[in-house]
Every structure is written in C-alpha cells, then in structure tokens.
C-alpha cells in the first residue's frame, strides 16, 4: 500500500467534513457504509445515513422479492440504458423525489418524464453531499428501454465521506485501465460474473487482479438460464488466486465496508 493510496483514504473532502457537521446523524451512521444486492445488478448503499441506488430492476428481477414501491432512495445511480438496470427507476424516482444521476443522454431520457437528475459523463466526478462520485467507463451497450440513445455505457467509483472506495464496474467486458481504477486503492468491486452479455468468471478474475480491492461482491449471474454461474467455485479461484476477498451475497444479503 503505497502513502499516497493512505493519504487519500483518510483526508477527506472539507465539503464533506461541513456536510456531517450540518447533518444531525448519529456518529456511527455517519461514519459507517453498507452495500446490500438485491440481486442482479441492483445494488443499495447505505453511506452516511443516504441511500443510494444502483440499477434499481426489481419488477421482472426474479432474484428479488423487493418491492419497488417500498424501497428508499436518496440518490438513483444508473450504469446504463438497457432495462435490467434502468428497471423501476421512473416509478421510484417519481415517489421518492430521489435524484437521478447517469450519462448526460440518460439524464436527458429522465428529465423529460419531469424527474430530478445530475448528468455526469465518463471520467468525470461530482462531489454530493453522500460522497464523491466518479463516472468510469464499460466495454457494453447502453440503449434505453424504448429504443432511445443513451450514450456510452459506464461504472462508477464512489469515495465515501469516509473515504472509502467503492468500485461499481456496471456491465462490460474486462479492459486494462481497471489497473488504473485500482491504482486509486479500492475497497471494495462489485463486479459482473455472468458471462455472454458482461464479463465471465474468467475475465471477472482477470478484474480482480487489476483491481487489486480488498474485498469484491459478483453480481449479475444466476438472473437469467444465459448467466447461470457456479459462484461458490468463482470465488474459491479468487482465493487461491488472489489476496482479495470475495463476498458471496445472497440477494437481500448485506455487506459493511471496512
Ligand atoms: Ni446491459
Ligand atoms: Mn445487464
């Protein structure tokens, strides 16, 4: 672990810093992330009492049990067009008053259904008042779900306030540059395993050790017959392969980022 990679995970932002202080939440919420899967690529982040969420499919998503009318959000991040990841966003987005944050084309997508959005674009990053949030790129496609634009597909890698860091790759196939994403010193990856439409478990190891994270949680596989994967047996590759730790989620299962 190099002094740079240690220095950044404990300064954090002044704006962030002021963020808690004008906050009345408890120390230890403020202080604390979870990441819960609800199984295929939808993700909830619990950071410094916001809710974050990622690729919000729950109708169709036969992983789940969630529904979309009961669940929380601050924030709606969206990887990409395609539906298994645009899913309830509209409806949740519409009860909530959470706001929307995509690509640029996305955002556009949304907006005009009246919701609330912060368009970001491909290597750029926005501090919120949750943290702050960088848009990576994927190897993938991005069309919505009624055949509109929506540009480039992406990841993205949060810094808690915390400054912990968490890697969202979205859907896409292995490239290099995740070394350059692991340079920053990540915590955690959420990464895809399924194979035929994003990486598979081969590739997904690749990730692993370009990443270097300490911990990664496979999501994406299992959904569908097409990216039906022996998890179990992926992440024992991982362990003898690798120093980084593999959680395996159940969908509704939760893991704390330490
Ligand atoms: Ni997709
Ligand atoms: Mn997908």
């Given at each position: 672990m190099t002094e740079k990679v240690h220095l950044r995970r404990t300064i954090a932002h002044p704006r962030a810093m002021q963020e808690l202080q004008t906050r009345s939440i408890k120390k230890e919420e403020a202080m604390s992330t979870t990441l819960r899967w609800y199984g295929h690529a939808a993700i909830g982040?619990?950071?410094?009492?916001y809710q974050l969420l990622v690729d919000p499919f729950f109708?169709?998503?036969t992983a789940t049990t969630q529904k979309p009318e009961e669940v929380a959000a601050d924030y709606l991040l969206i990887t990409h067009g395609h539906g298994d990841h645009v899913g309830d966003a509209p409806q949740i987005a519409r009860r909530t008053g959470a706001t929307i944050i995509s690509n640029a084309e996305i955002c556009t997508?949304?907006?005009?259904?009246?919701?609330?959005?912060?368009?970001?674009?491909?290597?750029?990053?926005?501090?919120?008042?949750?943290?702050?949030?960088?848009?990576?790129?994927a190897l993938h496609g991005s069309a919505l779900p009624d055949g509109s634009y929506g540009g480039n597909p992406g990841g993205f890698l949060l810094t808690t306030l915390e400054g912990k860091k968490i890697y969202l790759a979205g859907d896409t196939g292995l490239f290099?540059?995740?070394?350059?994403?692991?340079?920053e010193g990540v915590d955690l990856a959420v990464l895809p395993?399924?194979?035929?439409?994003?990486?598979?478990?081969?590739?997904?190891?690749l990730a692993v050790r370009l990443?270097?994270?300490?911990?990664v949680v496979p999501i994406h596989y299992d959904t569908f017959e097409v990216i039906r994967q022996d998890a179990a047996a992926w992440?024992?590759?991982?362990?003898?392969?690798?120093?980084?730790?593999?959680?395996?989620?159940?969908?509704?299962?939760q893991v704390s980022v330490e």
């Open positions: 982040i619990d950071t410094s009492g109708t169709g998503n997508w949304f907006a005009k259904q009246g919701l609330k959005t912060h368009a970001q674009h491909l290597g750029g990053g926005f501090h919120y008042p949750f943290g702050y949030l960088k848009m990576t790129y290099g540059d995740m070394k350059l994403i692991g340079d395993i399924g194979d035929n439409y994003t990486m598979g478990p081969d590739d997904a190891l990443l270097r994270a300490k911990m992440a024992e590759r991982v362990r003898v392969n690798t120093p980084t730790q593999v959680i395996l989620l159940k969908p509704g299962d």
